[in-house]
């Protein structure tokens, strides 16, 4: 067992309890890195797994953070990727007194072979901690912990033996992610994989180089279930849906209705929820009301249905998804900070996904870039460039027509902007040619 | 340690530099059943917690096997999950959305021997290395920041938080006895970085004063008019401040009574640091959700406005959290998300069944739009 320099009796209580252990992990690496049976040289800090353990039980013990202000480190041609971190202890803690973080760009979908993560895990071990976050809330892998000489070494065999590159921070394009989408997921709507992957290429250097009033996300879901939660983590959120009919496999129906099939694909299967009841549980709860069931034939009134998911969701072996398929575009979600928090909105019913994505480019993507990098504030996110100039700037510089589907209500005030083209005789008015009639 | 270079040439940083790769190709580490029937997936269903089959046109199977992650990993951990998905997996795996692992084989009793090899794999503590479960009517992994690992605002600490609530709610993670799924997410400020605003319990870290001015340093190091103008309620302005020595600095003036304590003056002026033992803890909210099952996406809105860090299992904050959870779980209908279910009682109902107490503090007074959050209907309940 290796020796740990500072005692942590708050978080060693963290180690106990079914759920896996950040501390008895970080604990681990550090009984690796001192053990180091390969022989490693390591390039970063050998004690600072130890040394992290220090500072996070320095801040149980005054509950406050202990890590300084900022930091703005990063790799040459690029202008983020990296998080710069420096302790506000060094003397006591030095092994973490520079500890920034590397983001690396994810491949879609969070899949990897062990071939792949042992090249990321052999540089990172030599040049890094040898911790991680799998994943970073926006979808990267996260390198954390090394210092500023390191980075260059790092990017260098990332790009030069891995083929990979970092992922995005500051005021830029920031790392797309997507839903697991066709590749394991009958619902989906379109390839979210290779739409993601295709955008993230396409933008490198929006991605790379922040030209932006601030960050923009993109995030990619296959169906409105949102599995990636693009409506609420993304300035444009891309989101499947279809326009044909529900698929319906009757004899399946049937079979739910039978109990031979579990509701929800089993779901619920804990809990004794009674037999399947499909009035109750699919042609009730249908928010359109456009479902019917006679006892032996499910019929859905497919104008008034809104592809909400949910008897898809209950009978994944009697419904599919319509055929004609393509993505909805929602605009300007976002965190409290500045203006309040804010989800997708509706600025795209429906568009085609289809490579190679010309449309969605031209159309969506770069005429809103345009918009909100010469009109958006620093530090304004697009959703509230939609606000401080209305709706209506959207469409007016996309060049999307209005429609009610873009909206949750008609406004309920009247103070209704005209544009002088909309009002016959424009606004220029003579005061005395309206005096002729009107004495004062 | 002895420097070694990667081949990097630090006097010729632009030289051999490789730029604009972005990551990997995906299809690269897809598992062969899935490139083989990529899109053409009939149906799935959850074998048991933690474990779904997917099946393709054709009659192909993928099993999966979803286990708990800490999201903070270190390489040994990976190295054993790698080690695990050469044994059972032909060397694929991947991460969801959430932060769990997800193992696949295409055959059931692989996947059952896999399964009985991962419970039995514990650390020094007797905590589960990959615990088995998150699918279907569940709690899941609980979405979360850095805390006090690695950032400089954070009120609160995430992976304590996060392991304390996941260990009063683990029955909750292997079962699927809930009447929908139940998503926790957690932010260690109200940067919100992740999923806070729209789940169904958030755990969200929170100041309650006002930020100091280090007035010596606050020209030099901050872009005063970029603090002034990152506070939501206008509670900052310019102020010209004499040091003890005598010297005229420039500085800013906050009015306390106008102050929120969101922080956003700190993350960009370093020189107005707010963080307090005291002063600092946990907000909870409620009832947000993402997918637009049945109705629209919603906020989740703020039920606690404050628990105290109680370090390093925060006891009141789960019990609070675990008192929703059961509220819910015995109270909702099926398919019913807590979000849904507060609407459909009322929320002076959700406060009466879950035992809380309602304080001003939960009012909304932002703006405008608070307007909207009030009662304007004589219908309500008596509690």
Redesign the interface.
Known sequence: MAEFKHKTPLIDQLETGPWTSFVSDIKREHESRMANPKGIDFQFEVECCDDLLGVLELSYEHGRTHWKHGGIVGVFGYGGGVIGRYCDQPEMFPAVAHFHTMRVNQPMGHFYTSEYLEQLMDLWERRGSGLTNMHGATGDIIFLGTSTPQLEEVFYELTHNINQDLGGSGSNLRTPSDCMGESMCEFACFDTQEFCYQMTMEYQDELHRPAFPYKFKFKFDGCPNCCVAAIARSDLSFIGTWRDDIRIDQEAVKAYVGGEIPPNGGAHASRDWGAFDIQKEVVGLCPTGCMRWDGSKLEINTPECTRCMHCINVMPRALRVGLDKGCSVLAGAKAPILDGAQMGTLIVPFIKVEEPYDEIKETVIEPIWDWWMEEGKNRERLGELIKRQGMQKLLEVTGFKAIPQMIQEPRSNPYVFWKEDEVPGGWKRDINEFRKYHQR | ????????N?DK??E???????????????PPV?KKN??K?????????GI?V?VAEGGDE?Y?IRC????????????E???I??KYCD???????R?N?EFMTDTKEKAMSMKDDLLARK?????????IGG???SVTNI?H?Q????????AT?A??TV??T??VM?DQ?E????PA?LRISMACC?????????SDIAILGYHRKPPMIDTEYIDKMCEIP?AI??C?TAAIRPAKVELPDGTKVNSVAVKEERCMF?G?C?TMC?SM?L????G?GIVLMAGGK??????A?K?SKVVVAFIP?E???WPTMTTVIKKMVDVYSADAN??ERLGQWAERIGWEKFFEKCELEFTHHLIDD??D?AYYTWRQTTNFKFT
């Open positions: 340690m002895a420097f070694i270079s990667s081949g990097y630090p940083p632009m051999n530099r490789i730029t604009d790769i972005g990551p990997r190709h995906y299809a690269e580490f897809y899935i990529k899109g997936w009939l149906y799935h269903e959850i074998l048991e917690p779904i997917h993928l999966t708990g992650g800490c999201r903070l990993m270190s390489v040994s951990h990976i190295r999950i790698m080690e998905a050469d060397g694929y795996v991947r991460w969801t959305t932060n692992v650390q020094p503590g007797g905590c589960y290395k990959f615990p699918t279907g009517a979405v920041t805390g006090w690992i690695h950032c400089h605002t954070p600490d992976s304590g392991k304390a996941m260990d683990f993670w079962n699927m006895k809930l799924k109200l940067n919100m970085c992740g999923a806070v605003h729209c970029l103008a990152a939501p969101c956003n700190y370093p640091p963080a307090d033992t005291e600092d993402i997918s637009n099952r049945i109705d996406p906020f860090n370090v390093p299992r099926k398919y932002f703006r739009p």
